[in-house]
């Protein structure tokens, strides 16, 4: 074989092991869709604007929101909202008549008992701080994988998956908009990642949880 050929040869058979490689690195675009489908159900949650969060105050001993009385319009009509749609529920009487998280677990000695109001004297309304309230996220859409749009294979037991996410905002979502400021959407598109065990490509929070071990 002359210099030329083997040139040739060399550029072919390398040309061929890349195919043959790529065709091996992560799973088929159909694999990672039917896992993906398989998956934990895909978070539909929307999330409250900062200042909103600002001026609420968490009770998180005694899973509340409160707001304010004074300065807080803004946060009690979006409160308000939330328990219009369901997202959460008033908080009992019997609850607004007792001192606040911070209070009742400090000493006498750092807040004397004279000095002690209940919630009704500083807030206008407490709510239940249920779900992930405390992080400001609320379920407002129904979410499911659409198409897988990218697999990179980051070693050859590992990929990342880019998929698009078709996402059904559900009708509440106008008049929580509407009194509490345009809420941050789920994402259009997510990424998971991949391992490759003895059954094959799983998921990695499947893998994880003891679904797989990894090659």
Same mark, same amino acid.
């Given at each position: 074989?002359?210099?030329? &050929?083997? @040139?040739?040869?060399?550029?072919? #058979? ?15 675009? !159909? ?13 539909? !949650? ?9 001026? @609420? ?41 007792? #001192?606040?998280?911070?209070? =009742? ?18 807030? =206008? *309304?407490?709510?239940?701080? !249920? +779900? ?18 990218? @697999? ?32 941050? &959407?789920?994402?259009?598109? !997510? ?9 094959? #490509?799983?998921?990695? =929070?499947?893998?994880?949880? +003891?679904? *797989?071990?990894?090659?």
């Amino acid at each position: 074989m002359n210099a030329a &050929r083997r @040139v040739v040869a060399c550029v072919t #058979w390398a040309g061929l092991a890349l195919l043959l490689a790529g065709c091996g690195n992560g799973p088929s675009k !159909s694999q990672a869709f039917d896992a993906i489908q398989a998956g934990p159900k895909e978070d539909g !949650s929307c999330t409250l604007p900062v200042d909103i969060l600002k001026q @609420v105050k968490m009770q998180y001993t005694t899973k509340g929101i409160c707001v304010p009385k004074e300065g807080a319009d803004k946060a009690k009509a979006c409160m308000n909202a939330l328990v219009a749609a369901g997202v959460t529920k008033p908080m009992p009487a019997d609850y607004m008549v007792t #001192w606040p998280d911070e209070v =009742s677990s400090a000493s006498l000695t750092d807040i004397p008992a004279y000095e002690r109001r209940a919630r009704a004297l500083i807030y =206008s *309304g407490c709510v239940e701080l !249920s +779900g992930n309230l405390r992080d400001g996220r609320f379920p407002c859409a129904d979410v499911h994988a659409a198409k897988v749009m990218k @697999v990179t294979a980051t070693d050859d037991t590992h990929a990342d998956v880019e998929y698009e996410r078709a996402v059904a905002l559900r009708p509440m979502i106008t008049a929580v908009d509407a009194a509490c400021g345009t809420v941050t &959407r789920p994402p259009g598109e !997510s990424t998971v990642g991949f391992v490759k065990t003895d059954a094959g #490509w799983v998921l990695a =929070s499947a893998a994880a949880a +003891g679904d *797989g071990g990894a090659n």
